[in-house]
């Protein structure tokens, strides 16, 4: 009705409908700033503001770009920052208020022995990665097509579902645009829906995830369909740090990027990262949210070239 109408009007994911467009439809965000493509059992928005949303089902998950949240499908449908309105103009809080120690130790003792129903980490942030030198060890091996530089921007969301007690269905999300050289387009999409997890506590967890996307480097490794099989575990060292590391292993359906991974037993690429976040937690007697700056080493091999890489941005987290 209020596309219908001329209205924009911004709807929280758990909203019915909110995305509907017919059988198949395409359009603009109604915040404006970005495109989507819709069918009744799945779809896609981008956007500068809106983030990347993958919608299923009608249920949404994925990163909202500013204010910065996890969008989820369940509760208050985002964790992070509450909405656009507690950043323009002033209204509302920007983030829900700090709990005071005696707070925290009431949410702990109302939720002793119950694990959250989710946990999940959303990020944003810029990667760095040098290198590029062909495999000494294995030359055949080597396409002669690796960049020596990559810089790109990125969001990527991992969680959990504990359905069963502690176990349950985990789901990845991740989004890159970015440029390489010599001159090169860093893109890719990569959606994982299907996978298992583990929670560890009130934040913590562990999930194994896979699913398909696509991706590439333009002039050196060409645009594929790409099956990704991707690991995190996240765990909080203290209230103010928390520690994740990260493996993926990923296959590419084109020749010249097989077999791109000098060191992993198997797939095409690979990607290790051990990673810290410095910052705060909040909480309430339903929710734990943690939220801060973070910084994650990687190890990348693809083309058969090795990389070291830097990623610096932002991170949020929730349980409840």
Sequence with gaps: MARKCGISVELPSTANGRDYRGIV???????????QLETPLVGLKLGLKEGVEVHIFGGAVGVDFWPP??????????????????????????LRAKASPSSMEGAEAS??????????????????????????????????????????????????????????PGFGLDFELGFATPAGFVHGLRLEP????????????????TGAGFGGITGHGPTAIEVPASARLAF????????????????????????????????????????????????????TEAGGYFFRLEHT????????????????????
């Design 236 to 287: 909080d060292a203290s209230s103010n740090v928390r520690i994740l590391l990260d493996a993926r292993v990923l296959w590419a359906f084109v020749r010249a990027r097989a077999d791109g991974a000098p060191d992993a037993p198997f797939g095409d690429e690979m990607r290790l990262g051990f990673g810290v976040r410095i910052g705060q937690m909040w909480g309430e007697r339903q929710y």
């Design 111 to 168: 939720n002793d022995g119950e694990p959250p129903s989710f946990i999940g980490d959303a990020t944003v942030f810029a990667r760095t990665e040098g290198g590029g030198d062909q495999n000494a060890n294995d030359p055949s091996r080597a396409t002669g097509l690796a960049p020596t530089f990559l810089l790109s921007g990125a969001a990527d969301v991992r969680g959990m579902f504990a359905l069963l007690s502690r176990f349950g």
């Design 301 to 320: 091999e693809r083309l058969g070239a090795a990389y070291v890489g830097a990623a610096l941005g932002w991170e949020l987290g929730g349980g409840f």
């Design 194 to 209: 299907l996978g298992l997890g583990v929670s560890l506590g009130r934040m913590g967890f562990f999930t194994a995830t």
């Design 25 to 35: 439809g395409a359009g603009v965000t109604s915040g404006g700033t970005g495109v």
């Design 69 to 94: 949240a996890i969008i989820v499908p369940i509760g208050a449908g985002r964790i992070g920052f509450d909405d656009r309105s507690s950043l323009d103009g002033g209204h509302g809080p920007m």
